[in-house]
Nanobody, 126 residues
C-alpha cells in the first residue's frame, strides 16, 4: 500500500509562489507516477500536473509556465512549485498514485488513482 503525505500549504498573496511536498512510500518503482489534483470550494477535483516515473511532465490546461514538478534524488519526495498564483488557484491540493500499469492518456482522471494523500490547503488572497 502506497502512503502519500502532502505538506507546505498556506496563505499567499496573488502573484506569489509556494512549494508543496509529497512524501511517498511503499511504491513499486515502475509505477512511481505522481499526479497532483486540486479541489476548489464547491467544485470537483481536477488534475493539475503529473510527473511520471521516467520524469515526463504532463500539464493540465492553464498551468504550464506557472507550475512545475520535481522529484528528489532519493525518490522519496515529489515537489509541486506553484508560481504566479492567482485566487482561482485556491483549493486543497492532493498528490496521488496508481499502483497498477499507468498510461499517460488517462492521467487526468481522478478515478484512475487508488492512493490519495490527505491534502494540503492553498489559499491565494490579498
Amino acid at each position: 500500500q502506497v502512503q502519500l503525505v502532502e505538506s507546505g500549504g498556506g496563505l499567499v498573496q496573488p502573484g506569489q509562489a509556494i512549494r508543496l511536498s509529497c512524501a511517498v512510500a511503499g511504491y513499486r518503482w515502475d509505477w512511481y507516477n505522481v499526479a497532483w489534483f486540486r479541489q476548489a470550494p464547491g467544485k470537483e477535483r481536477e488534475a493539475v500536473i503529473c510527473l511520471s516515473n521516467n520524469k515526463n511532465t504532463y500539464f493540465a490546461d492553464g498551468v504550464e509556465g506557472r507550475f512545475t514538478v520535481s522529484r528528489d534524488s532519493a525518490n522519496t519526495t515529489d515537489y509541486l512549485n506553484l508560481n504566479v498564483l492567482m485566487p482561482e488557484d485556491t483549493g486543497i491540493y492532493y498528490c496521488v498514485n496508481r499502483q497498477r500499469p499507468w498510461y499517460p492518456t488517462d492521467w487526468r482522471l481522478p478515478t484512475y488513482y487508488d492512493s490519495w494523500g490527505q491534502g494540503t490547503q492553498v489559499t491565494v488572497s490579498s
